[in-house]
DNA sequence: GTCTATACACCGATAGAC
DNA sequence: GTCTATCGGTGTATAGAC
């Protein structure tokens, strides 16, 4: 059934958030969702194979989130804001950037959908400011495409950090500071 | 001998970096080290105790090294370009952040050293700011802690971004985007 | 399409000779 | 202290009945 195939790819996506890709095993995910070996195999080739289809699944689902909260008709400045405040949960680390540390992800092209989702969101962030400043309401200390890279890194990185220290406010520290630099480098006119 | 065991710990902090804790097996040290089994586990008692070693000393190592970068006499911009600026591998990932992705560092106590890698960088960061706006060298457009966590997350987030990319060039567009806010939050006077 | 049984490699760890 | 041999467990994958 395409229902079958379709529990797999949900509780892949869960366990690849959980332990990222090497500590996942298809066992686990056999375990969790109750379907058979037989079954899996079925599907897919193997666990690269299943992998791959949950990383897919994740990066649309991610890429739609995005458009959701950020491509919306608000000030420039309250569209940054709301993506970058917005609650995360600092301790279970990004859906998909977590997985970039895992060495068969960067090896092998499962990368590809987590790179292309970053490469949404910079672009996007881009976009923004290249508007705002051709309208004139903006006028930019900074470089669009090294700051919309930096507002993305920031977000990760808030993750590493709230893991490292195990501490979940990190999440706000960093957004918050994320925040007061993106104010300083855009000036409202 | 304690040659052996300084090998070992050196063996398995280049496999850290490379693999991550989980991809990282014991085996693949003594096959690398070509050092026998009966030594490593005379040495240590299993896996996680070589790896808290090797952790500890890549930890202590970073810390002496970031020292060497910031805390150093120079002018307070050129001491904070120099740490965010300086070479860095993206595609290699940073030494000690690539590690709390691995669900068994973070859950044990593996992750404290990393944690006092971050925060060593963190307070260094907020005091080098204080200090400044004390003297009245600078004034502050943002919060100095979360500006602080924010330079920090950036360059974590800059290794996230290269990796998902494959292009380790984020890791200087990054630098260049957080030092330019980093500009745009501390006014000199 | 789905299941159980099984194969085979590798993992982390131990035993015991030297 | 160091080595080789080996253990029990688990990981990924296949076989083959239903």
New binding site residues.
């Given amino acids: 059934?395409t229902d079958?195939r379709q529990k797999l790819i949900e509780t892949t996506k869960e366990l690849l958030w959980e332990r990222g890709y090497e500590a996942m095993?298809?066992?686990?995910v056999l375990e969790r969702s109750g379907?058979?070996?037989?079954?899996m195999?079925?599907?897919f080739k193997?666990?690269?194979a299943l992998a791959s289809a949950a990383i897919q699944a994740r990066s649309e689902e991610l890429i739609a989130e995005f458009d959701a909260e950020f491509d919306i008709d608000l000030p420039l400045m309250d569209r940054f804001e709301r993506y970058l405040c917005k609650p995360r949960d600092g301790l279970k680390g990004c859906r998909l950037g977590r997985l970039v540390s895992d060495i068969s992800v960067t090896e092998d092209e499962l990368r590809q959908p987590i790179s292309a989702l970053f490469t949404h969101a910079e672009q996007a962030f881009v976009q923004a400011l290249q508007v705002a400043h051709a309208r004139g309401e903006i006028e930019l200390k900074a470089d669009a495409d090294a700051l919309a890279a930096t507002l993305v890194a920031s977000i990760q990185g808030a993750f590493i950090l709230s893991r490292a220290h195990s501490d979940p406010g990190y999440m706000d520290k960093v957004a918050q500071g994320a925040m007061q630099c993106l104010k300083a480098s855009v000036v409202l006119r």
């Avoid at 095993?25 to 686990?28: C, D, T």
């Avoid at 379907?35 to 079954?39: P, T």
């Fill in positions: 059934m079958t095993s298809p066992n686990l379907i058979g070996k037989g079954s195999y079925h599907h193997g666990k690269k």
